[in-house]
Structure formats: structure tokens, C-alpha cells
């Protein structure tokens, strides 16, 4: 019979989602869907002094932007620590841990010695034989693992394959501290036992603590899982990811206008490839994700490909769906340009009228929004530089001319205003450009925007006449 695949995602609540961390989220719940299994979240919140409240909420929001959804409520592993106590207990009555007294600067003297005789700077096991007679008075223990010293301890990764660590170099790891608490260690074995993960998926800096974390397992006599380490992200030039790279809470990305769909195309692509596809339906990456897929170098994140990318998926997203995650993103999008923090309904239906040209250009929700600004600007509007050097006296010579031709279209529709504009400027002996730029300034205050004649229709009759004559009052200003 086989096992139903059981994978876990298991942050610490100390800070934001980062871009690392939602990878690794993914990864695990492609596993689970592609397999048919289940998909648990576990909140590593033992470090009561750091964890918040604040941080749990960004790493929820952060999943369910993304659309990872997970299985069940989240566990929170602080909650259980009567469980882990209660495994340390079972391990010191098996005389497979033992306390241990040393205090912390006789420690920190044994890591001294070591460095010094150029040895790992690891426990030397000075209370694993000792009996509870010498212990010293007053102290209060550290329970301690009593690891295998000879041999082998081998990971049979899915992406690193046979990792073997000589259990010299592995010592007697704490279970619980001096003051009872159990350590990270311990937490994680116990959950994953309990909660009957099948699949641990995660950062290959965690490589060495698969290592330490099989010793327990066996101790326990529990069967351990399988172990999936995947290459850490780099930034494009190699080096370890940070915050220029683009090592940031997925809530900034949200901020950034990108969309989730694109999101996860991306981090997908950040280390497991299918061939020499680039773009994915979330269906066809379930249906293909597999560990084999995962390659052993560290992936370079490049926000260039990722804007690429987000571009594409604007471009194929129908416009009331981008209407629908601009409206849930607007209040928290990142501008230099000052978007506004809501839109009328009017505007909310000038804006998906316009979004067919809209969406052509842009790379993100913000770029697009950027771009729309014409459509809510008021009136006289405010020129750019490239826009106001169009409007000279050439200028807007040109648009007195041809403000008649636009006062005669009826329908107010795209084809009926080429067809005038052209008309003029076939008349006046003008290429096309000679007007359509001029106009285009005098209607967005720019010299970019989707096609002026979409522009146009989009700002209707009235706003598109009294923004060209305002241009064209300019003259005798």
C-alpha cells in the first residue's frame, strides 16, 4: 500500500515571507498536489521572544495571495511543547539522553580548546557517562541526545542524493535547555513524526540538521522521511541573496504590482525546470512538478526575467480580472508618481475600458496604473518635459487645425476619430506622427499611452475636446 504523500511548510513567525521562504512553501505544495497529498502549514513559533503576532499574519496573507493553499488550521508548535518535553523524558528512561551540567562558559572554554587543537568545535561529551551523583547543586540540566559516535549517518536526498556525515563530527545535540524549553531540534522531529510528514522539502542549509534530525528519528524508532534539499536562491551576480537582489517580503511584491500567478511561474522556474518550457499554467506545473526537476545549483534571482514575465501574464489575464486584483492591491501599491488610493465607479469603468491598451504595455499593476494617470488627471493638465518641448506654437498650430475635425465625429468611436485625424493630416500634407503626437501630449500630459485613438474614445467627447483646446488656448496665453 503506498503511504498519501504529507508534506509541511514551517516557518519561523520572527519577520516577513521572504521570497526564499515562498519558494520553499511552493515547492512543498506542488509536491502534495502532484501526488495527490496534503499540504500542512506549521508555525515554528518556540522563540516566544521573537515570534509575533504581526509576522503570522504576513506570512498568511503572504500564502494566500499567492493562492498556497494549505490543509487544515495552522499548528502552532509552541503549543505542544508538553509533547516534546514528554519525548525527551522517553529518550533519558531508554538511557538514549542524558542531562548534562555544563554551564555556559565552560562550554564556550570547550569550543576555545577545539578551535585551538583544530578540531570541530563541538560537545565532548563531558556529562554522557557521568553519573546523577556528581551532578552540582542547584544546576539545572540541559538534556542532551547520546548520539552515535562511530560510523555513519547517510541522507539519501531527492536532490542532493547519498549525503554522508561521519557521526564524529555530529554530537550530542540538546533536547531541552536548563530551563525545560525544547529546542528546535527536538520540535521539529517530534512534529513531523506526529503529524506524519512524509516529505520534508527545504533549503540545503538544512542539509547538515537532516543529519542530526535522522539520529533522533532512530532513536526514537520512528521512521524518518524522505528528505528533499533544494539549492538556496542567489541574486544574479552570485552572491547570497539580500535585500538589492531582491530578498524581500512577498508582500512587497504585491506592493510592486506583480501578479501571483506570475509570482509563482517564477519561483517555480528558481531552481526546477520541465524541459525548456519558461511559462506554466498552475495545472501543467502540478501535473510535471517531481523532485527530479530540481537541479543542485543555487538559482540567481533577476528582476528583469520576473518583470518580463509578470508582463506576459497582464497581457493574458482578461481585464476584469486585473480590474479585480488591481481593486484588492490599490491602497498598497508602491509609486513614485502618487497613484490614488480609490477610484470612483465612473473611473473604475474608464479605467477597463482603457485596459485593452493598457495592459500592452505594462510590466506590472503599478506601471499600468502609472500609464492610466491621464484618465483621472485634471484639467489643465500638467505637461512633462518631453510633452510640453511637442507643444510649441508648431504644436499647437497643429491641434487648432485639426480640433474641428475631432468637433464633427459622431459616433465618438475609435475608427470614426482615425479617420478624421487622418484626413487632416493627409490634407495639411503631415504624416500621421506630425499629429498624433502633439495630440497625444495635449490629451495625457505625456508622450506615452496606449493608441491615441483608443485614448480618445476612452476619455470621451467633452474630456478629450476641452483638453486639446485647453493646448490650443496656450497660444494666446
Not at 137 to 159: F, N, Q, S
Amino acid at each position: 500500500m503506498t503511504t498519501k504523500v504529507v508534506t509541511r511548510f514551517a516557518p519561523s513567525p520572527t519577520g516577513f515571507l521572504h521570497i526564499g521562504g515562498a519558494r520553499t512553501a511552493l515547492f512543498n505544495w506542488l509536491y502534495a498536489k502532484a501526488n495527490g497529498g496534503t499540504f500542512l502549514l506549521r508555525i515554528e513559533d518556540t522563540d516566544r521572544a521573537r515570534s509575533s503576532k504581526e509576522a503570522v499574519e504576513a506570512i498568511l496573507e503572504g500564502l494566500e495571495w499567492l493562492g498556497l493553499d494549505w490543509d487544515g488550521e495552522p499548528i502552532y508548535q509552541h503549543t505542544r511543547a508538553e509533547r516534546h518535553r514528554e519525548v525527551a523524558g522517553e529518550l533519558l528512561d531508554k538511557g538514549l539522553a542524558y542531562r548534562c551540567y555544563c554551564s555556559p562558559e565552560e562550554l564556550a572554554a570547550m569550543r576555545e580548546r577545539a578551535r585551538a587543537e583544530g578540531r570541530p568545535p563541538i560537545y565532548d561529551g563531558t556529562w554522557r557517562d557521568r553519573g546523577v551523583g556528581e551532578a552540582p547543586e542547584g544546576v539545572a540540566p540541559a538534556i542532551r541526545l547520546k548520539a552515535a559516535r562511530d560510523g555513519e549517518t547517510i541522507i539519501d536526498d531527492e536532490v542532493q542524493g547519498r549525503v554522508v556525515f561521519q557521526n564524529n563530527v555530529l554530537d550530542d545535540l540538546i533536547l531541552l535547555r536548563s530551563d525545560g524549553s525544547p529546542t528546535y531540534m527536538l520540535s521539529v522531529v517530534v512534529d513531523d513524526h506526529d503529524m506524519g510528514i512524509t516529505h520534508v522539502v527545504r533549503g540545503d542549509d538544512h542539509l547538515t540538521n537532516a543529519a542530526r534530525q535522522s539520529q533522533l528519528f532512530e532513536a526514537m524508532g520512528w521512521q524518518r522521511p524522505i528528505f528533499a534539499h533544494v539549492p538556496l536562491i542567489h541574486g544574479p551576480d552570485g552572491a547570497k541573496l539580500s535585500k538589492r537582489h531582491g530578498s524581500l517580503g512577498v508582500e512587497s511584491y504585491r506592493a510592486m504590482g506583480y501578479l501571483p500567478a506570475a509570482l509563482r511561474n517564477y519561483l517555480v522556474r528558481l531552481g526546477w525546470s520541465h524541459g525548456d518550457d519558461e511559462i506554466f499554467t498552475t495545472e501543467q506545473i502540478i501535473a510535471w512538478f517531481d523532485f527530479a526537476g530540481i537541479g543542485r545549483s543555487p538559482a540567481r534571482f533577476d528582476f528583469k526575467k520576473l518583470e518580463n514575465l509578470n508582463g506576459h501574464y497582464i497581457r493574458e489575464n482578461s481585464d476584469q480580472s486585473l480590474i479585480a486584483q488591481i481593486k484588492r492591491g490599490l491602497g498598497e501599491f508602491e509609486s513614485d508618481a502618487g497613484l490614488p488610493q480609490s477610484l470612483t465607479d465612473g473611473q473604475w469603468l474608464q479605467l477597463e475600458a482603457a485596459m485593452p491598451g493598457l495592459k500592452e504595455r505594462a510590466r506590472t499593476l503599478v506601471e499600468l496604473m502609472e500609464s492610466a494617470g491621464y484618465l483621472w488627471a485634471k484639467r489643465p493638465l500638467t505637461l512633462d518635459g518631453k510633452a510640453a518641448k511637442l507643444l510649441d506654437e508648431a504644436g499647437r498650430n497643429v491641434l487648432a487645425g485639426v480640433l474641428p475635425r475631432l468637433e464633427a465625429v459622431n459616433p465618438w468611436v475609435s475608427d470614426e476619430l482615425e479617420a478624421a485625424v487622418r484626413g487632416f493630416a493627409e490634407d495639411e500634407a503631415l504624416k500621421l506622427g506630425k499629429v498624433a503626437q502633439p495630440l497625444r501630449a495635449a490629451l495625457t500630459g505625456t508622450t506615452t499611452s496606449p493608441g491615441i485613438f483608443d485614448v480618445l474614445e476612452v476619455l470621451g467627447r467633452e474630456e478629450s475636446l476641452a483638453r486639446v483646446a485647453d493646448q490650443v488656448a496656450r497660444e494666446t496665453a
